[in-house]
Structure formats: structure tokens, C-alpha cells
């Protein structure tokens, strides 16, 4: 099982028994690129003594508990047209709505009440001085609400440096960009190629974005068509490199009415993708053990229990979907997303039975924040 770990030189050794086998593991991968392509592709009693590892790691460096994010995507109304996106701009089909401040704080509020203690208010990208401000404000009532209790993240794009220091000033202080692909080549394969669309733009956003002081939070999505094992691999060097604290990958699902639906022969079969995003977290939870990671809501789509699977090999994140149930159906970044139906009550339950189906607890009232943050600021402040 999985030989070429316990040939790692690794610091902090602690003696690990899988089965009948032992290795050394680290409180912290070191791990070459030749090593990660392996672990990706590792199946059968491999795979299972790599999920098993990184499980354990999980537990032991962030705990078994979940922490909840209630996800509030309030507008569909985006700048961008990305060729796997569902919500691009050029999408015809898709109805574009605005939830109101109320709708948005309706929401908050019941979060807030259901002892989430944290939300995400996600949109399409936009970049324009009257939605800096909507935001603004918003964030400001989110607080107020709360007795400023609610924690906040925000997922809405590339923005002016001057723009995360405004938001973060106002309330928020954790940020979710995804790199999509750390790949450049494979960026602009999946992305039109043109001043919208630039890579080193939003390279250059994340790292404003740890400038200005957020717990910061990227990911890709897995199993794109002309994306090899060497992307992926690269993707979680990135990862590192930039020493994000949070994750988000899912897998790619192609969806109809996007240019990238014409490439889907080239895709592999969902439940590979499936297999493979599980993969992709439990390397990760190797390499970065202690951030954050979330349970994307793309697993479900493929397998109605991917998101427990994913806590149960290391994400420790999940993110409940309280948008106001009338707009979810314009949301569909994706094929077949799950809770299309549901109200942010029943959402909320079946998550609970979920998470408890995992053997994991939930972190009710506390914010859950990343400790890979907190440990950076404590090593800095030994320097
Ligand atoms: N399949 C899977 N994930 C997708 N996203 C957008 N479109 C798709 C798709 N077709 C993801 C992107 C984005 C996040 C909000 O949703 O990674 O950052
Ligand atoms: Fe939303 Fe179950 S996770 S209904």
C-alpha cells in the first residue's frame, strides 16, 4: 500500500499503522510533484489507505467537526462568460434576478437564528461602483442584524484592490476566488481570451486579496475536458505556494447550453470525476492540514451522498443553500444541482442527518475559521 510515501523524508515523524502495513506521515507533506500524480491516481487498497490517512490527519490537526456556511447566491447577473458556466453572460436561457436587501437579510437572519454563524453571499461578476456599494451596505445590515456575530465570506469576484479593502472594512473577512485552473494554458481553454478573461488578473486578485488581510479561499474544478494529471497536481502546488487557508474543488459538470458542452466526449465518466475530487481533498488535507476545506455541492450532483463522502476524507466545511428558493432554479451553474427544491428548514435538516451520517459533529455558533491562518500570523509574529 502506497510504498512510495514511506520513502518521504518528513519532519516531525509519527509512526502510522494502515492494516498491516506501516508508514511514517508528517504533521505536514512534503510532497513532490512525481508523488501527488501517483496518489491522484492511486485505486483500490491504495485509495483506501491514502483516504484513511487523510481522514485521520483531518481529525487529528482541525477536528471532526463541520462547520456550516449558509450560501446565499443573491444575483445571477454576471459579466463574464466562462465556457463552462451555466449563469455566463451570453446564456439566453437563464432568467437574471437580483434578490432584494430584504430577501438577502432574510436569509442572514435565519442562519443567524439556526446558529450557523457564518454566511457566503455569492453572485456572478460584477465590477462597478453602484454594486461596490449595494455590497457595501449590506454587509454593514448583515452586522447589525446579528449583534455582529454573523461571520461573513464573500464570493463575488475579481475586484480592485481598494474594493476588498472597502468590503473588509465593512464586515466581511474571509474571500472565496476560484482559480478555476492554476494552469494558464488550460485557463484560456476554458475561458474566452480577452481583457474580462485575464489569468494574471485574477492571479493578481488573490494575492490582493492576502494583502488586504482575508482568510483566503481558492479552488478548481476537476475532471475538465483537456485537464491532465499533472494540471491537477500543479493546481495543489499552487495551492501551497500561495498558502491559501480555505479550499473549494468540485467536479466539473458540463452543462448544455455552454460552449464547453460541445467538448463532453472528451469528459470522463462522472462517477471518475467523482472518484478523483476525493482524491484531489484527501492529498490536499496531506499537504495543507490544517485549512479549511469545503464539501462542494458539485459531489452531490454526481452521488446524492458526495458531500459526506468528501467530509469523511477530509473537508470539514459545508455550505447549506438558504437562497430564497423562487431563484434557485437561475442558478444552475451546472447540471443536476441538488437542493433545487428546498427550503433553507428542510436544507438545514437534511444537512444535519448528513453530517451526522458522517460521524461528524457541527460546529453550531462558532465561526470555524481557518487555523492555517491563525497559525500564519502566529509564525510571522516569531519571526
Ligand atoms: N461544473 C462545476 N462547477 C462549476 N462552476 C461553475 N460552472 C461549473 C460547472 N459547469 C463552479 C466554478 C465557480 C463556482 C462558483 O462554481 O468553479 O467558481
Ligand atoms: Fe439541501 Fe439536502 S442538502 S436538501
Keep these: 500500500m502506497i510504498k512510495h510515501l514511506t520513502q518521504l523524508k518528513v519532519k516531525n515523524v509519527y509512526f502510522?499503522?494502515?492494516?498491516?502495513?506501516?508508514?511514517?506521515?508528517?504533521?505536514?507533506?512534503?510532497?513532490d510533484k512525481q508523488k501527488i500524480i501517483q496518489l491522484?491516481?492511486?485505486?483500490?487498497?491504495?485509495?483506501?489507505?491514502?483516504?484513511?490517512?487523510?481522514?485521520?490527519?483531518?481529525?487529528r490537526v482541525v477536528g471532526n467537526k463541520v462547520y456550516f456556511r449558509g450560501l446565499i447566491e443573491f444575483s445571477n447577473v454576471c459579466e463574464k462568460d466562462c465556457l463552462y458556466c451555466g449563469i455566463r453572460k451570453s446564456n439566453k436561457n437563464v432568467i437574471r434576478y437580483n434578490a432584494t436587501d430584504d430577501e438577502i437579510l432574510e436569509s442572514c437572519r435565519f442562519a443567524w437564528e439556526n446558529r450557523f454563524a457564518s454566511v457566503v453571499l455569492q453572485s456572478g461578476e460584477i465590477?462597478?461602483?453602484?454594486?461596490?456599494k449595494r455590497?457595501?451596505?449590506l454587509l454593514k445590515k448583515i452586522k447589525q442584524l446579528s449583534n455582529n456575530e454573523l461571520g461573513i465570506?464573500?464570493?463575488?469576484?475579481?475586484?480592485?484592490?481598494?474594493?476588498?479593502?472597502?468590503?473588509?472594512?465593512?464586515?466581511?473577512?474571509?474571500?472565496?476566488?476560484?482559480?478555476e485552473s492554476s494552469s494558464r494554458e488550460l485557463y484560456y481553454k476554458i475561458h474566452p481570451k480577452n481583457r474580462v478573461h485575464s489569468f494574471e488578473k485574477r492571479v493578481e486578485a488573490l494575492h490582493n486579496l492576502k494583502a488586504t488581510g482575508y482568510q483566503v479561499g481558492t479552488g478548481v474544478m476537476i475532471g475538465l475536458p483537456f485537464q491532465t494529471y499533472d494540471d491537477l497536481a500543479n493546481d495543489l502546488l499552487f495551492f501551497k505556494e500561495l498558502d491559501i487557508d480555505m479550499c473549494?474543488?468540485?467536479?466539473y459538470i458540463e452543462h448544455e447550453d455552454t460552449p464547453l458542452y460541445n467538448s463532453r466526449n472528451l469528459l470522463k465518466p462522472k462517477q471518475e470525476r467523482f472518484d478523483l475530487t476525493l482524491n484531489m481533498i484527501a492529498v490536499l488535507r496531506l499537504l495543507m492540514p490544517d485549512i479549511n476545506i469545503a464539501a462542494a455541492t458539485a459531489l452531490q450532483a454526481i452521488d446524492p451522498a458526495g458531500r459526506?463522502?468528501?467530509?469523511?476524507?477530509?473537508?470539514?466545511?459545508?455550505?447549506?443553500?438558504?437562497?430564497?428558493?423562487?431563484?434557485?432554479?437561475?442558478?444552475?451553474?451546472?447540471?443536476?444541482?441538488?437542493?433545487l427544491d428546498e427550503d433553507k428548514e428542510l436544507c438545514k435538516n437534511c444537512l444535519e442527518a448528513r453530517v451526522e451520517l458522517a460521524g461528524s459533529e457541527i460546529g453550531?455558533?462558532?465561526?470555524g475559521d481557518s487555523k492555517h491562518f491563525f497559525n500564519r500570523a502566529n509564525r510571522l509574529s516569531e519571526l
Design 16 to 31: 502510522c499503522r494502515i492494516e498491516r502495513h506501516c508508514f511514517y506521515f508528517s504533521n505536514s507533506f512534503k510532497l
Design 40 to 59: 491522484l491516481q492511486t485505486k483500490g487498497d491504495e485509495r483506501v489507505g491514502l483516504l484513511k490517512e487523510s481522514q485521520k490527519t483531518k481529525n
Design 127 to 132: 465590477e462597478s461602483p453602484a454594486f461596490t
Design 135 to 137: 455590497i457595501d451596505k
Design 153 to 179: 465570506t464573500l464570493s463575488c469576484g475579481e475586484q480592485s484592490r481598494e474594493t476588498y479593502i472597502r468590503w473588509k472594512e465593512s464586515g466581511a473577512h474571509r474571500y472565496l476566488l476560484r482559480i
Design 248 to 251: 473549494g474543488m468540485g467536479p
Design 308 to 339: 459526506e463522502k468528501a467530509l469523511a476524507v477530509g473537508a470539514n466545511i459545508i455550505m447549506p443553500n438558504i437562497t430564497p428558493c423562487n431563484y434557485r432554479r437561475e442558478y444552475q451553474l451546472y447540471e443536476d444541482k441538488p437542493c
Design 364 to 367: 453550531y455558533d462558532e465561526w
